[in-house]
């Protein structure tokens, strides 16, 4: 184990989840790991992401905003510096940053930062290329839990059945992040004991397919018939309760009436199946700090939790595919065969088409469901919007952050100050006492974004010198103290500035820039200043060169 001074570093990251998921953060999904750490650590109230999955993984790897990474949009190269869709090589990772000061470096899950994730393409912006010394875990961004795609050991592709070094009895992907991400931890200790590491252990849960194991579907057979205004009501007053949300913030109105929905029981089975996803990834992190408490490493070892972005709204999934797949057939894939596709129309290994749509309960193998929009709404109590808007339900996480050896803001304290995803590598290098690059490979690095979260941990100020900001498809914000500027893209409308004040109004109901249009000229100024400095390209998104097409 490690006894230095220098911490070790759990970075644990989910996949779509709402800031109310957690018991811990007003929901009742089952998350008694999690809430333990809540308990016993520090809860971030206004912590940010940035909105989707592949920038606010650019941003947490390299502590810079995602243009800057390589990363405004997804794994698309438009031709800009910032929109390549790979993680530029003017950019340092967390890993990068720290295995110089001695730390060794793991990666078990989720990746979704590069633009060749072929089993024959360049690998230069895959995980052992960035600073990790082990990956477990797929490069592209979605897929069945139960035989994931581009799911890979190191830089070599391998399938459930062929892993020579993994073979469970039963394989879902969730257990065999924890899995992967415990037998690092093991290794770690049998092999350097005396050095610190960090763990990036990257969570597809709970991102759909809607795929989960039996008996923890069963664990929440009929919780949500009531539906969606039940269960938010619910929500909404137990994190009251916690202070996580403020007494005066209001519920945002319903996107989706329950009386109205055709079907009732396939619509509870879908968040049915999302809370037992929830619940078994949180049983992996015990196991995880399980692992941490018999090494004796768990006193010194600061674990961060947080997510991608907010609760999904998505489609996928949620229309019939009955009569494309009728008299479709599929010869087995075999033990070796890749599976060619992460989305409908696809097949299980053994041969079976997958379904879609109502009627077709989420779970299986077989079948490849989202949530819904109803879902995502209840997820994002009391916020508006969701994943891919840069309101409060697209950008609110919660931040869990748990050290006993080194956290003195008291156990089971609340930090309301906002702080986003560019603070963790400053922490980390701070803590680490690592020292950051200002080149890589002979490419000039700039400096990184955010502040370390240090004195919050010892409570007090961040002391950040600037805004924060967000910019994904157009939709685009600003937060400074307690004034937040937001726009959303609508097509080609780039939409009107609303300003909002986060104290009183975090949940966005009471535009003030009317009021206040000397704040919103002031506020509209620095983002565009920020736009232009990280490489923010109108959208939709054009490559250089590239007009509009006609009519």
């Known amino acids: 184990m490690n006894n230095g001074p220098h911490p070790n570093v759990v970075l644990v990251l989910t996949d779509d989840m709402g800031y109310s998921d957690l018991g811990c953060y007003g929901g009742e999904i089952e998350t008694p790991n999690l809430d333990a750490l809540a308990a016993d650590g520090l809860r971030f109230t206004q912590f940010y992401n940035a909105g989707r999955c592949c920038p606010t993984r650019a941003s947490l790897l390299t502590g810079l905003y995602a243009h800057q990474a390589g990363v405004g949009w997804m794994t698309d190269d438009y031709g800009h510096e910032s929109y390549r869709g790979d993680l530029s090589p003017r950019a340092v990772t967390i890993a990068e940053a720290l295995r110089p000061a001695g730390y060794r470096t793991y990666l078990s899950g989720k990746w979704h930062v590069c633009r060749d994730a072929g089993p024959d393409g360049p690998k230069g912006s895959w995980p052992l290329r960035r600073g990790f010394d082990r990956f477990y875990g797929t490069i592209t961004g979605a897929g069945s839990y139960y035989d994931p795609t581009t799911l890979c050991r190191g830089e070599t592709f391998i399938t459930p059945e062929n892993d020579p070094e993994y073979r469970p009895e039963r394989f879902y992907y969730t257990d065999a992040i924890t899995d992967n991400a415990v037998r690092f931890l093991a290794d770690h200790e049998r092999d350097h004991a005396g050095s610190p590491f960090f763990l990036y252990v990257a969570y597809t849960a709970a991102h759909w397919p809607m795929h989960a194991l039996p008996e923890d579907v069963a664990k929440y057979a009929g919780r949500y018939d009531a539906g969606y205004a039940t269960t938010r009501a619910a929500r909404l007053e137990k994190a009251r309760r916690l202070g996580v949300v403020d007494e005066r913030w209001d519920l945002t109105p319903p996107d989706d009436d329950w009386d109205a929905v055709e079907h009732k029981a396939w619509e509870a089975r879908n968040m049915e199946v999302y809370a037992a996803m929830v619940d078994r990834m949180d049983r992996g992190v015990g196991r995880i700090a399980a692992e941490l408490k018999r090494q004796g490493a768990f006193e010194n070892t600061l674990v961060l939790f947080l997510q991608d972005n907010g609760g999904c709204a998505e489609n996928l999934g949620r229309r019939s595919n009955a009569d494309t797949i009728r008299d479709v057939s599929y010869a087995p894939l075999g033990p070796d065969g890749l599976q060619p596709k992460i989305w409908p129309p696809m097949q299980t290994r053994d041969g079976r088409p997958v379904r879609t749509g109502p009627g077709v309960m989420a779970g299986p193998g077989d079948t490849y469901i989202a949530y819904g929009r109803g879902w995502a709404n209840v997820s994002n109590t009391p916020f508006r919007r969701y994943k891919h808007w840069q309101h409060e339900g697209g950008i609110s996480t919660p931040l869990i952050a748990h050290w006993p050896a080194g956290m003195a803001a008291g156990r089971g304290t ?135 097409s006609a009519g």
Request: glycine letters at 8%.
């Open 414 to 548: 609340l930090n309301h100050e906002p702080a986003h995803l560019i603070d963790v590598l400053a922490t980390c290098v701070d803590l680490g006492d690592a020292e950051y690059p200002s080149a890589r490979d002979g490419n000039p690095v700039p400096p990184p974004e955010g502040v370390s979260l240090r004195p919050a941990f010892e409570g007090s100020g961040l002391g950040r010198p600037t805004p924060i900001f967000w910019e994904h498809e157009g939709h685009r914000a600003v937060r400074d103290g307690h004034w937040k500027l937001v726009a959303e893209q609508t097509g080609e409308d780039p939409g009107a500035w609303e300003l909002y004040d986060m104290e009183a109004d975090r949940s966005e109901m009471h535009d003030l820039s009317a009021a206040h249009p000397e704040r919103v000229r002031e506020m509209a100024a620095q983002y565009d200043a920020w736009a232009e400095r990280v490489g923010v390209q109108p959208w939709p998104l054009k490559r250089p060169g590239e007009t509009p």
